[in-house]
């Protein structure tokens, strides 16, 4: 028998960037599919950059800045952005920031 479903529990357990850091935590990686939960200090930005997957933003705490190539989104708790592959972004923290990135494909 296959295993169906995976629980994921790592929300449940503190993710906290040190001053002037940015942390990261795969939570899950599986076949094309990966999630990853960062925690940035206030100020801290990762700049421009883009990748070959489709993926998903969803802000779970905090505020910030993220560039989706010229548009800008103040986001906050409860957004929720999808990025089509290679489309240049960054994301800078205002408060203390965590978010969950969903990569998408192979």
Excluded: K, W
């Excluded at 906290?16 to 942390?23: L, N, T, Y």
């Excluded at 939570?27 to 700049?47: C, K, N, S, W």
């Excluded at 070959?52 to 010229?70: K, R, S, Y």
């Amino acid at each position: 028998m296959t295993n169906q479903f995976t629980i994921i529990t790592a929300l449940q357990e503190p993710l906290d960037a040190p001053v002037d850091s940015i942390v990261s935590r795969t939570v899950y990686h599986g076949d094309g599919l990966r999630i990853v939960l960062f925690a940035f200090a206030p100020g801290q930005e990762l700049t421009e950059h883009t990748s070959t997957h489709e993926a998903i933003i969803h802000v779970l705490e905090g505020e910030g800045l993220i560039t989706l190539g010229a548009e800008r989104v103040d986001a906050c708790a409860g957004t929720l952005i999808r990025m089509a592959p290679n489309l240049p972004h960054s994301v800078q923290a205002h408060t203390p920031l965590r978010m969950l990135l969903t990569m998408i494909g192979r």
